[in-house]
């Protein structure tokens, strides 16, 4: 992880990813930009929760290693928003 990162140490690329149309594919800067996986999504979840849909999506796509059916897309979009949690278990 980034022991001791602060994001105050780059307001303005930090505002920069906050006022992104896809922040999900944001290069972060050091040292984050060594965060990968659920770690990315925790700093997305942090300052976009906006647009965690399409980046979990992503990521679901990407360790599962096969493309989100449209049902589960849907199924995402709806369950994902408050008062909702949307628990999910990943296999290898």
Do not use: N
Not at 41 to 54: A, E, G, S
């Amino acid at each position: 992880m980034c022991a001791g990162a602060d994001v105050r140490a780059y307001p303005a690329v930090w505002k920069e990813m906050y006022d992104s149309p896809a922040p999900d594919k944001f290069t972060y800067p050091q040292p984050f930009d060594l965060l990968a996986g659920l770690d990315r999504l925790v700093v997305l979840r942090t300052l976009r929760p906006d647009k965690m849909i399409p980046a979990v999506q992503e990521f679901i796509v990407h360790v599962s290693r096969r493309r989100a059916t449209p049902r589960l897309q849907s199924f995402l979009f709806c369950k994902s928003f408050p008062p909702y949690s949307l628990p999910f278990l990943l296999r290898d």
